[in-house]
């Protein structure tokens, strides 16, 4: 007959185990929600972006960064923009270089281009306009400005697109030194930059894009040259 303190003994054995049993099992579902959460994230480090659209790559004159044109013009235009905007990919593509082809390479006007930041809610944007300005350090701004906007329907399909993955075909599409700028746009070098053009345009009352400054006088929307040949003329007459 089995004395006391061994029936206890064993029932002590069997509780430890199934404690160490019970464990195991919860340990074992932790790890499956846990890869099913990152399923998602897996999947999409693992899409490949496919075909890009590479633009029709356009000079603009006396580029510096995201300016254009002669910093002494007496005409400065402040436009104010965001990558997933429709009105600003089609200014940038029509009205945008008639400006640049009429006035900033006579040296009448000064261009510069800002993003808006987080002003319109989209940290795709905000992402983009960092890695547009690791692409200015190289003074590629504007060609990476024009690939942006040429894949514009594309990147914001959807929530889950790999932005980062559009960020590195476009830089290497423009051969860029991929070293210094996957170093800038890792280390999120320009953030204070795009965080600075969000305050500019909150301060200039600029609250949808496109916007822009002309001398100081706002001008809102994707409009014809006309309106712009119009404001710019009467900054020079002033």
């Not at 633009?55 to 300016?67: C, F, H, K, S, T």
Request: charged share 15%; with cysteine; glycine share 6%.
């Amino acid at each position: 007959m089995q004395s006391r303190q061994a029936i206890q003994a064993r029932r002590r054995q069997r509780q430890k185990q199934q404690r160490m049993t019970m464990v195991m099992v919860i340990s074992g579902v932790v790890l499956i929600l846990a890869a099913l959460l990152m399923l998602p994230s897996i999947r999409l480090a693992m899409t490949p972006v496919g075909e890009i659209i590479h633009p029709e790559l356009v000079e603009r004159p006396l580029v510096d960064g995201n300016a254009m044109g002669d910093s002494n013009a007496p005409v400065v235009i402040h436009g104010y923009s965001d990558f997933g905007c429709g009105h600003c990919a089609n200014f940038s593509e029509g009205t945008g270089l008639e400006i640049a082809e009429t006035y900033v390479a006579s040296g009448q006007v000064y261009f510069v281009d800002h993003s808006v930041g987080l002003l319109l809610g989209s940290e795709v944007s905000f992402q983009l306009a960092e890695a547009a300005y690791c692409a200015a350090d190289q003074n590629k701004y504007w060609e990476f400005h024009d690939y942006v906007f040429a894949n514009q329907i594309t990147i914001y399909s959807s929530t889950n697109v790999p932005v980062e993955k559009y960020v590195t075909a476009f830089a290497e599409a423009l051969e860029l030194d991929m070293d210094a700028f996957s170093s800038c746009y890792k280390a999120n070098a320009h953030r204070d930059q795009v965080q600075q053009d969000q305050l500019d345009a909150v301060q200039a009352g600029i609250n949808s894009t496109p916007s822009f400054t002309v001398n100081g006088e706002l001008l809102v929307g994707n409009l014809p040259f006309a309106d712009f040949q119009a404001a710019i003329e009467t900054a020079l007459s002033q």
